[in-house]
């Protein structure tokens, strides 16, 4: 029986996370964590998630050792999580997005001493996606532009989404630029002709939106477009226990979702 925490237990993320751990006959719920003000704190995470009692009830210290801790949570707290866990000998598993530089460096040194799994998407779909985009970029070539549009629920706190760097990355890696660089958020006015190298970013807030992501590949003549459509969180709950599978036990590291699925 896998044991595992999920930091962030009362989002809507968390929740989700709980309700599947709770119906997976190999895992058990072993800790349900959230910031020190939260108004469920003492809470059972079996009631938060709309499931039942389950006798797990939110706190903001993690008390036991579990084998995994899955992040859905802030840029702070998941950087303060990575240090617990480094320190108790917990693998990681983190999907929060909007991380800082700073932050990432954190999550870095927590996995010279265990292992963590680090991801902006965990949806299985989007990291082959993100694959094929890299294959793509590389095999049309500079002749194509690359516009990257993603569309998420109007609750979403960063933009562009995590998800939509990751795949900006990966057609930059396949046509050899700099992402950073390249990148274009948005335009408005007169902006001149699209130059050669830059890669379009455009983010949509709306409704509840779970998330989409489309790369369009536009050259004279015709273009391409590589598309993925979230219907449902349990979409990235299951990527992300299917990380937690794969990390336990593995030597520390910094690990990404392309070792989980066998892409390298």
């Known amino acids: 029986m896998l044991k595992i925490a999920v930091n962030g237990a009362a989002g809507r993320m968390g929740q989700r996370l709980v309700a599947l751990i709770a119906e997976t006959g190999d895992l058990e719920l072993a800790a349900a964590l959230e910031f020190e003000s939260h108004p469920m704190l003492g809470g059972d995470a079996g009631d938060v998630a709309g499931l039942g009692r389950l006798g797990i009830l939110l706190t903001p210290k993690l008390a036991t050792r579990p084998d995994v801790l899955i992040d859905f949570s802030s840029p702070a707290s998941a950087v303060a999580r990575a240090r617990e866990c480094a320190t108790a000998g917990t693998a990681l598993v983190v999907g929060t997005t909007g991380l800082s530089p700073e932050q990432f460096a954190t999550l870095q040194q927590a996995a010279s001493k265990v292992p963590c799994v680090v991801a902006p998407n965990m949806s299985v779909g989007i990291n082959v996606l993100a694959k094929l985009v890299r294959q793509a970029a590389a095999a049309l070539g500079p002749e194509f532009d690359v516009e990257v549009i993603e569309a998420h629920h109007r609750f979403k706190k960063d933009a562009p989404s995590g998800t939509a760097i990751q795949l900006a990355k990966a057609a930059a890696d396949g046509l050899g630029r700099n992402y950073d660089q390249a ?82």
């Open 183 to 264: 990148a274009v958020h948005g335009r408005r006015g007169i902006t001149g002709e699209r130059s050669r190298q830059e890669i379009g970013m455009h983010a949509v807030r709306a409704g509840d939106i779970v998330g989409e992501h489309t790369i369009l590949f536009g050259a004279l003549g015709e273009h391409l477009e590589l598309r993925h459509s979230a219907h449902s969180r349990d979409t990235f709950a299951r990527g992300a226990i299917r990380a937690a599978r794969f990390v336990a036990g593995k030597k520390p590291g910094l690990y990404t979702m392309d070792d989980v699925l066998g892409l390298k």
